[in-house]
């Protein structure tokens, strides 16, 4: 069945530094473009960064242009999220998500001093 695994979600100082990744199984990952979205307390749940099939283009939401930097590896089947100067505001459940279809259970990211 289809699986996705994030993991290194913690606590970081403001202007630290996180990488997430996302593993998946079950399905054609090479094929599938893939998403990290984040969901913060009493807010909705928003898209963070794209990043497509074979070629890898991406696209990022304002509030993390510059900051975030998305990328796949599709030999290890593997998503990444790497974030750095993090904010307060970043503070959120991280999700991982195929084509908006099947996701991850998410990983806590909490930015505070």
């Known amino acids: 069945q289809v699986q996705l695994v994030e993991s290194g979600g913690g606590l970081v100082q403001p202007g630290g530094s996180l ?4 593993a998946a199984s079950g399905f054609t990952f090479s094929r599938s473009p893939m998403s990290w979205y984040r969901q913060a307390p009493g807010k909705e749940r928003e898209l963070v960064a794209v990043i497509s099939t074979m070629y890898g283009s991406t696209s990022y939401a ?18 990444a999220l790497q974030m750095n100067s993090l904010k307060p ?12 279809i099947y996701w ?9 001093s």
Do not use: P
């Open 19 to 22: 990488r997430l990744s996302c």
């Open 62 to 79: 304002d509030s993390v242009k510059g900051r975030f930097t998305i990328s796949r590896d599709n030999a290890k089947s593997t998503v």
């Open 89 to 100: 505001e970043d503070t959120a459940v991280y999700y991982c998500t195929a084509r908006g």
């Open 104 to 112: 991850g259970q998410g990983t806590q990211v909490t930015v505070s």
